[in-house]
């Protein structure tokens, strides 16, 4: 921690700031300059220091030098960790497709698909059973019978079921029938909900917040983390900007900056990066030239008569594309597909 | 509904839009112009629509012209909502000044601050039992015990509480002892903790988003007041964006917005929408000119030894400075503090 | 600027920073900790250090600690900088109300106008006779005889004449016409503009780029006044952000923070700011609530058939309301309309 | 444009709408709802209509449903244009590589890397004569005489060469060494320089604005081609978002967004977009499987040397390594490098 004095801050404000980087378990360090004095404080920076310095009189700001999370880092483990269940592997050298509608609609929407999307050569599939949704006047999915609609689908194709958990009492049911517990954008910061996916045991999919910082985003996992669950899958879905050509802004620098950061493995989902759905195979293929371990997209047999998210889902067609061409990017970064 | 077809769909492509738009239970009415055809479809605006349109053959955007909201709207009631609970009223005539710590820290604190705050003009007190915080290695608060210190508080002074709830489980917990049920900016879309709320029949105080739009600000109060809960107190408590001088954006433009397309009332919350203590009185005034209900402000008796939150909190002093500048300018409104 | 070391770096890249360090002309201090060692670079903070040392092997990251600008600093002067031309005045007790149309239209409309605001109490008349737009096929303004009708609605009224200039070459023939020079968002970095407008003595109206952060807006002010022009005038115009309910957003905090970084007087533009007639009101009397020292304002006789930015401009008996309610504003900070 | 009236809009204020459609050379048609009426006004959307529209009592909001720009857009133009100029092609299946050092420092520094980047197979040569910089204080290029150092690198390897403009009157004297016109990010709505380029007749170089949406950067390119010259190459850059781990937030959609809208090429700047040389290589990948028609990236001998912008800056050797991967990836998209 470097606690910045103001230019007017006096011997006095100085040792008392002292005193209290002493009080807090840490060992400081004067450095006085002709303009300003600053105070190194060394020793492990947990939270809550930064609010006990910074309200001090004559502190102008208080600067932290070491990064927030620590599980989550790749200063504790540098090798990746890689993501198995059921069949899908995400952080080797394998691209995981994780391909399938926005919501499950009903029984034989989901087998075909499924069945479709295995032939086309998908790694897991997803779908919603319980849908967050911006207004209460939406369809907010079919719960516990879409939960067995998508069991069935894995019955018929082995592939493993990727579905989102929104409360923490649904944990329990839902990890019953899916294979990977997805955390949803929104629900990013909802600290209940991590704790008890980290404590399922299930690999978790945690979608980047819609205006979370990297540190936020690594700290949310440290939360599933903590709870003794390391297999935590990382995915970038598009931030908020002023842009508004598209639904969301999609940052592929998340990619290579987080593969610096930290083991886990990290995914995009250039459905909901981009809202269009011409302009996800672009993104796909970029994706993963950026480094991607994996994909996670929306494709409906008919997109126009989609219950949710119509308007970026692509069809099987579109996706039997994606798959040919992203096959060649992977290739050319050394990976599968 | 406005469709907008591109400039190359032909009369197909158009007819099938317009076959859709019955089909969908609106009117639709074909307007041809030099370069583009629009199909304009008459009637309610429900979800789901704009995702059964646009994704069609020659159809090249889809533009709603209504609100998506029905409750929280003006046009469905003219007169504002005031809410009233044990001597706390918001959205009448008064200004509401709402203030406490970040964290109930312990008994003696609560309840002193609570009668240092009361003596000083507050009309309640608040003061979090359950943090949401960050990182997982932070203060999470003292949950039901803290509770239990805040109802102490609220013994020995009369002020009205209002306390956060994070998850729907804890809505029964935190109803018995709150009188108004915070609902946190990293919250403002769990819909299960919305509907928890709603249900419990108090008083809610609902944060907005710091990536949300005004429309999903409202759907978030509408999915409350949908479930029969009529008492919702907006929160602008500043939005993120690339300033870095300050925690977060604050947007006052919010205030007389939501005044024009609401009848509920609105307040703000200087002290995360700065994020530095300096700038909170400031805010504060310019939040009253601006229109707003009422003020919820972060005091302790010593902010840098807050257990959170201590760079933005103010001193009972500056609180004190605040009531008489913002009774002024309360008057100056035609309001009174 | 502080240095933080990654946390492999081992002493002989320490040494390396030390030696460009003292290469720098800075005097250098090691601070080793236990995961991480930082070496603090003491001394003047000009530019282009951050630059020379991030690039280091062993380097994780730098950090500046000392504001980037100086003649715009409230510590190189303590006392508050007031712009006085002829008969405005900003930055004093008095609260300056600059008003008038986007464009200058033509002299009839301009003169009226002018001699209107001049009753309702403007301190000075604004008026576009340069216009920067979007698209090349939309209105640019009158140019040299937009000017010559501001010189003569000032010779009708007295009131001061503030105009934008959006050239360097143009600058010599708005400043023989305009009283102050008014910088466009798009131009707040366009530094030849800047330094043109810093020689020509006038004062200056620069307003904050739509993505810019306090260090830059004090930069570009820091051009101006290097230039030996002293009259700078800044003005919060509004930033681009997710927002869509409102043309931008306006950040009133701007208005605390910079009265206590800058003495250079600080006004705020309501009209661009939330690009509705509607919300004007609300937002003057916030910002003057907020610590402004002035505000600039769209005002037209018929706003729907003013030639640019019809939307967000009031006409003259909203104009008038605001003055009333200003006052009242003013009065309860201590300050006078 | 669709002009939406106010629920409560009576017939008065609708045909008044009418009437004022038609003065602006539109055809209105007007559409009863049950809720709402709404009116189109079919007809050329030109520049100024919205603004004469939405003040109008009645109108709750208007709706452009055209592109506003025109010379820029596939509609009037299908094929792509190719840019062409001293060996130079951009657009075409060809992906240029522009590289060189953020600034002109010396002659023997440019020469000697245009020579090793021209060895490495460097399309064109960058390089800042006039710098435009944050600070008055910091370095602001050799400026003539770093156009002549340019002009011998050129004459000594026949690399093309891009360089900055930053002023109109600047124009002519780049325009005789230069072989491509960059204009900046914070000069992209500097009309008087997107004029003065596109009178010269030479190849424009466009940077996104940091703020900048899509139709404000057509409407920018615009300004060029409508001054008669067709030679304009567009680039992304990155924006400003609330992401603090990057310089700027690099939006790779804007790749395949732009290549719908307009048969202008597109190419992307990884070291601006990125802002750490760490970053460029993986999101030089990307940008290509996007497909971008080149990319621009800042090469230095030494990068902690540099006299600006050394923290993105790669050495030739990384250079080399993203020639070698890009050329794997452009093979991937049937493209070649």
Redesign the interface.
Same mark, same amino acid.
């Given at each position: 921690m470097?606690v910045?004095m103001n230019?007017e801050a006096g011997d006095e404000a100085i040792e008392r700031v002292v005193a209290?980087v002493k009080e807090l378990g840490l060992s400081p360090?004067v450095?006085?300059?002709?303009?300003?004095t600053?105070v190194?404080a060394?020793?492990e920076e947990?939270?809550?220091l930064?609010?006990?310095?910074?309200?001090?009189t004559g502190v102008e700001?208080v600067?932290p030098?070491?990064d927030?999370?620590k599980r989550a880092s790749r200063?504790l483990r540098a090798e990746p960790t890689i993501v198995k269940t059921r069949g899908l592997e995400i952080g080797g050298k394998s691209i995981a497709m994780i391909a399938g509608p926005c919501s499950v609609e009903n029984l034989e929407q989901i087998v075909s698909i499924a069945i479709r999307l295995k032939a086309l050569g998908a790694s897991a599939l997803r779908g919603g059973a319980f849908k967050?949704?911006?207004?209460?006047?939406?369809?907010?999915g079919h719960k516990l019978e879409g939960l067995k609609m998508l069991a069935a689908a894995r019955d018929a194709t082995g592939l493993a079921i990727v579905t989102e958990v929104?409360?923490?009492?649904h944990v329990p049911m839902v990890a019953e029938y899916a294979d990977v517990l997805q955390i949803g954008a929104?629900?990013m910061?909802?600290?209940?909900?991590l704790q008890a996916v980290g404590e399922s045991g299930k690999p978790a999919l945690l979608k980047r917040g819609?205006?979370s910082?990297?540190?936020?985003f690594l700290?949310a996992a440290?939360?599933i983390l &903590?709870r003794g669950n390391p297999n935590v899958i990382l995915c970038e879905r598009g931030?908020?900007?002023?842009?508004?050509?598209?639904r969301f802004?999609?940052?592929?620098?998340t990619?290579?900056?987080l593969k610096?950061k930290t083991h886990l493995p990290v995914i995009v989902d250039p459905s909901h990066?981009?809202g269009k759905?011409?302009?996800v195979?672009?993104?796909s293929?970029?994706?993963?030239?950026?480094?991607a371990d994996g994909l996670i997209l929306e494709v409906h047999e008919d997109?126009?008569?989609?219950?949710? &998210?119509?308007?970026q889902?692509i069809t099987p067609a579109a996706f039997e594309q994606i798959m040919t &061409?992203c096959r060649?990017?992977a290739?050319?970064?050394d990976r599968a597909l």
């Open positions: 470097i910045v230019s209290q360090q450095i006085r300059g002709t303009h300003q600053v190194a060394i020793g947990r939270p809550g930064l609010e006990a310095l910074e309200p001090m700001k600067l030098i070491m927030p999370y200063e967050p949704r911006t207004s209460p006047y939406s369809f907010q929104m409360a923490p009492e929104r629900n910061q909802n600290y209940q909900l819609m205006s910082t990297m540190d936020e700290l440290e939360y &903590d931030i908020r900007t002023f842009e508004d050509h598209t802004t999609l940052p592929l620098t990619v290579p900056y610096q990066g981009t759905a011409s302009l195979a672009a993104m293929k970029a994706s993963i030239a950026a480094g997109p126009k008569k989609a219950m949710s &998210d119509g308007s889902t &061409d060649r990017i290739e050319a970064v």
